[in-house]
């Protein structure tokens, strides 16, 4: 049977690297694979893999097709971090041989169920593969908040914005926040309050079989999802965050440990100052 891949590419890319990415197409084209450029459900649903080709926003867009017709996802970074892409594009003559023979791993990742529940008994469901922020309307105002967890309130604060991040999330804005890195092969759920002001106002990390609630005491909220997605929260919503029914499939090339992978995407300096010369 022939082989399908489904090509989710950032339209925004520089006249080079769209020249690079449609070079890569074409060449897979021309090893008799298929390729599905639609970004639909429909045209990814008997996909083999999901390419994306882009940085990190593409990414995630191609891990909401990925979620949704359960193919895994390989990314080529064309953007800056690429935190969760697999190959850059001075890789892609490696990546096509690799396609081409279907020679990739997968590794599951989990992600996070976000329920809004509002005081006139609405609701909306969401998920999340990094992270769901809680976000204060006004610029002026703070949220007020109270966290729970396993149906105990541990505290309550002000905050421009609270975090549920999945380990996997640990590497994006929950990092920037001050959250830890978590392993992806971890299975627990984070919560990240962001300029917050009270005593304690420390990250936890909890078990995946728990369940943290953020209660919206005053002001209206908005939950962003991974950035992309929203949903609106106004005072008095309860949202509850689960761990995620599906997992997201990765395709990998290599087996370069979460420990290289962190030294070589942040250039962490592994040499002290008493090493430098």
């Given at each position: 049977?022939?082989?399908?891949?489904?090509?989710?590419?950032?339209?925004?890319?520089?006249?080079?690297?769209?020249?690079?990415?449609k070079?890569?197409?074409?060449?897979?084209?021309?090893?008799?694979?298929?390729?599905?450029?639609?970004?639909?459900?429909?045209?990814?649903?008997?996909?083999?893999?999901i390419?994306?080709?882009?940085?990190?926003?593409?990414?995630?867009?191609?891990?909401?097709?990925?979620?949704?017709?359960?193919?895994?996802?390989?990314?080529?970074?064309?953007?800056?971090?690429?935190?969760?892409?697999?190959?850059?594009?001075?890789?892609?003559?490696n990546?096509?041989?690799?396609?081409?023979?279907?020679?990739?791993?997968?590794?599951?990742?989990?992600?996070?169920?976000?329920?809004?529940?509002?005081?006139?008994?609405?609701?909306?469901?969401?998920?999340?593969?990094?992270?769901?922020?809680?976000?204060?309307?006004?610029?002026?105002r703070?949220?007020?908040?109270?966290?729970?967890?396993?149906?105990r309130?541990?505290?309550?604060?002000k905050?421009?914005?609270?975090?549920?991040?999945t380990?996997?999330?640990?590497?994006?804005?929950?990092?920037?926040?001050?959250?830890?890195?978590?392993?992806?092969?971890?299975?627990?759920?984070?919560?990240?309050?962001?300029?917050?002001?009270?005593?304690?106002?420390?990250?936890?990390?909890?078990?995946?079989?728990?369940?943290?609630?953020?209660?919206?005491?005053?002001?209206?909220?908005m939950?962003?999802?991974?950035?992309?997605?929203?949903?609106?929260?106004?005072?008095?919503?309860?949202i509850?965050?689960?761990?995620?029914?599906?997992?997201?499939?990765?395709?990998?090339?290599?087996?370069?440990?979460?420990?290289?992978?962190?030294?070589?995407?942040?250039?962490?300096?592994?040499?002290?100052?008493?090493?430098?010369?």
């Amino acid at each position: 049977m022939k082989q399908k891949v489904s090509v989710v590419l950032n339209r925004n890319l520089s006249k080079e690297m769209m020249a690079h990415a449609k070079k890569a197409i074409s060449t897979l084209e021309a090893h008799d694979v298929h390729v599905d450029s639609s970004e639909t459900i429909n045209g990814a649903r008997d996909a083999d893999l999901i390419l994306v080709m882009g940085g990190d926003g593409t990414m995630l867009r191609g891990a909401e097709l990925g979620r949704a017709v359960d193919v895994p996802v390989l990314g080529i970074n064309y953007g800056h971090m690429g935190f969760l892409s697999e190959a850059d594009p001075d890789d892609i003559n490696n990546v096509v041989e690799r396609i081409v023979a279907k020679n990739w791993t997968i590794s599951e990742r989990m992600t996070i169920d976000i329920t809004v529940f509002r005081p006139d008994g609405s609701k909306d469901q969401q998920w999340a593969l990094n992270e769901a922020s809680v976000e204060k309307v006004f610029n002026s105002r703070m949220l007020e908040t109270s966290i729970w967890v396993d149906g105990r309130e541990l505290s309550s604060f002000k905050a421009d914005c609270v975090l549920f991040s999945t380990p996997t999330g640990s590497t994006a804005y929950s990092f920037s926040a001050g959250g830890p890195i978590v392993w992806p092969e971890v299975q627990a759920m984070l919560l990240v309050p962001v300029s917050a002001h009270a005593l304690f106002t420390r990250p936890l990390v909890v078990s995946s079989d728990s369940v943290l609630e953020v209660r919206i005491l005053h002001e209206d909220a908005m939950m962003w999802c991974d950035g992309r997605r929203k949903v609106f929260a106004p005072a008095g919503s309860i949202i509850r965050a689960v761990k995620g029914e599906r997992t997201i499939k990765l395709a990998g090339l290599n087996n370069m440990p979460f420990s290289e992978r962190l030294v070589n995407k942040f250039h962490l300096p592994v040499k002290g100052w008493r090493d430098a010369k």
